[in-house]
């Protein structure tokens, strides 16, 4: 047993308490109060204390959504983030590709066209900056790229190639490629780059996770089997890492392609216990488990380290990830109308209503929810016809069935009824930073009526739907804080402008909720995370100001994570 002394604490509780100490006791709370108090109900059972001196101790903070192994990816490769001219993306390939072999993938991310004199390179200049090696740069929102022509002849690409259905190339007012590709149109590309091996993406894969604890995240829903090649590769690497002392929860979202695989790894494939031996281990541990076949969500097994946890209290596996539609910043959302902008287009519908409604039941014929990938208001629109069509998920391999809308960017008022049916069958995965990297573009895509309902988070609270609050990582900063920042403020960190549509921004204490009990409501954990009360796990972030009542909205943007706490054990500090 150990004391957490000192705190600015806010329990985040129903009566808003507030603490100065916490006991715990391996990985779980025992007791908040008072250090005074504590001390005497705990006399001779404290082994160690930790004074904070004065920092904010709130619930360890949780995204609910981010892709951990991209966000390791990215920190490996180009980092194209924050490139404020086509001059100097072009000065970063260069001198990038001048280190490669030649012939080597000239691969980064991050770039962002809304945010760069100049426009995109051409493709003719991006031939030049590579010295003969081919290009793939894939934009901040991951729906677009752009290639070179020896990378679209090492991915058996013609100038004369059709496009695919969930995808396109772009082409110059005389029909020539300009570099430019959209969604799944990238695939022949992505195949053609050489495969990384599992020790590339383990080390990717730590650099992601301890990036996380870095700015005080202490669990993960994440999205990564795509990249890692698969649901077993990835269950491996996680386990792994885990056993090896990395401290971050992870809440693993599953590529609707390889369900399949998924569940018969659930089910004891690859090295993991059977479902009738992971019932046998939870039952001699006292636990018990809500999951269809007596399924542990991951095997039953146990990670070694001084607290010998369950890893059930560590990994677990998560809904099936489809995508409806793609992202404003490409003019690939789906929308009910076309762009105000390009009246031409209204955006790449994924899958009819028919197919997604079929994959639907088709996870729900496996045991999981679903998770989608929704920006524009016509994919949201489908999106809800397919779960009206499926029916509410019941029976799940995964710890609660509760399905996730991803994003839901633009909500036509009109389909907000439909979404407070969901009920608690149903979250609603929302990531504050897009507006304010999205606005003021995203008004000339939308036009001002439409633009008035992006990021509507506080007409869906109000309509009593269930909101949580990721990042998107590496899409957006992996920083929650910033994220919370974005949520009270609606406008870039360094900013001096009023927030967009300030209608719709949350208070501090609504924000962080989003980062901490709301994000543990989607993945069913909200009686063992998400607040500090005695019972429940002993994760913590510790902050050097008050975020929860600033004085001013900017101190959340400036506050600085001191340590990440995670099962009672220092994951992080500075």
Not at 295 to 305: E, F
Request: charged residues 25%.
């Amino acid at each position: 047993m150990w004391l957490l002394t000192g705190a600015n604490g806010y329990c985040f509780d129903h009566e808003n308490t507030r603490f100065d100490a916490v006991v715990v006791d391996g990985a779980s709370i025992a007791a908040v109060g008072t250090a005074t108090e504590l001390r005497l109900q705990f006399a001779g059972h404290i082994e160690r204390t930790l004074d904070v001196g004065g920092a904010t101790v709130i619930p360890g903070l949780v995204d609910s959504h981010l892709h951990v192994a991209a966000l390791g990816e990215q920190s490996l490769a180009l980092d194209l983030t924050g490139v404020g001219s086509r001059g100097e993306l072009l000065a970063r390939v260069t001198r990038h590709a001048s280190k490669l072999a030649p012939g080597a993938w000239v691969q980064g991310s991050g770039w962002d066209d809304n945010r760069m004199q100049g426009g995109v390179p051409t493709i003719d200049e991006l031939d030049h900056a590579a010295g003969g090696r081919p290009v793939l740069l894939t934009r901040v929102c991951r729906h677009a790229y752009l290639a070179n022509r020896v990378a679209f002849e090492r991915a058996g690409l013609s100038a004369s190639l059709p496009d695919p259905v969930d995808g396109r190339y772009g082409r110059d007012a005389s029909g020539k490629l300009n570099g430019w590709v959209y969604e799944n149109a990238a695939r022949p590309f992505l195949r053609a780059i050489p495969s990384w091996t599992e020790v590339d993406w383990e080390h990717a894969l730590e650099v992601g996770m301890r990036s996380a604890l870095a700015v005080g995240v202490t669990a993960v829903h994440t999205d990564d089997t795509r990249n890692l090649g698969g649901f077993a590769p990835t269950w491996r690497l996680y386990r792994r890492l885990l056993e090896r002392g990395v401290r971050l929860r992870v809440h693993e979202l599953v590529d609707w392609h390889v369900l399949s695989e998924a569940r018969m790894v659930l089910l004891g494939g690859e090295g993991h216990t059977t479902a009738a031996q992971a019932h046998d281990t939870r039952q001699r541990s006292g636990q018990t488990g809500s999951s269809s076949e007596g399924l542990t969500h991951n095997g039953g097994m146990r990670l070694s380290g001084r607290n010998d946890l369950d890893l059930a209290d560590w990994l677990e596996v998560g809904a099936a990830k489809l995508f409806s539609d793609g992202a404003f910043g490409g003019r690939t959302a789906w929308l009910s109308a076309p762009y105000s902008d390009a009246s031409e287009t209204a955006g790449t519908p994924m899958y009819t209503v028919e197919e997604l409604t079929e994959r639907v039941q088709q996870a729900r014929r496996l045991g999981f929810p679903v998770a989608i990938h929704c920006i524009g208001d016509a994919a949201l629109d489908a999106v809800l016809t397919a779960l009206e069509r499926a029916g509410r998920p019941t029976r799940a391999i995964t710890p609660v069935a509760r399905d996730r809308i991803i994003h839901a960017e633009l909500v036509r008022p009109d389909l907000l009824h439909r979404m407070a049916r969901l009920g608690e069958s149903a979250v609603i995965d929302v990531q504050p930073r897009f507006v304010p990297s999205d606005f003021p573009w995203v008004a000339d895509r939308l036009g001002p009526e439409r633009a008035a309902s992006v990021g509507a988070w506080r007409t869906m609270r109000a309509r009593g739907l269930h909101l949580a609050g990721g990042s998107d990582a590496p899409i957006e900063p992996v920083s929650p804080l910033l994220g919370v920042h974005a949520a009270v403020t609606r406008r870039q960190p360094d900013g001096t402008e009023p927030g967009y549509n300030l209608a719709e921004a949350l208070t501090p204490v609504e924000a962080i909720q989003l980062f901490t009990s709301d994000a543990c409501f989607a993945n069913g954990s909200e009686g063992r995370k998400g607040r500090i009360v005695a019972g429940t796990l002993a994760d913590f972030t510790v902050i050097d100001r008050d975020v929860v009542e600033p004085r001013h909205p900017d101190d959340i943007r400036d506050a600085k994570v001191l340590r990440t706490i995670v099962g009672g054990e220092t994951a992080f500090e500075v």
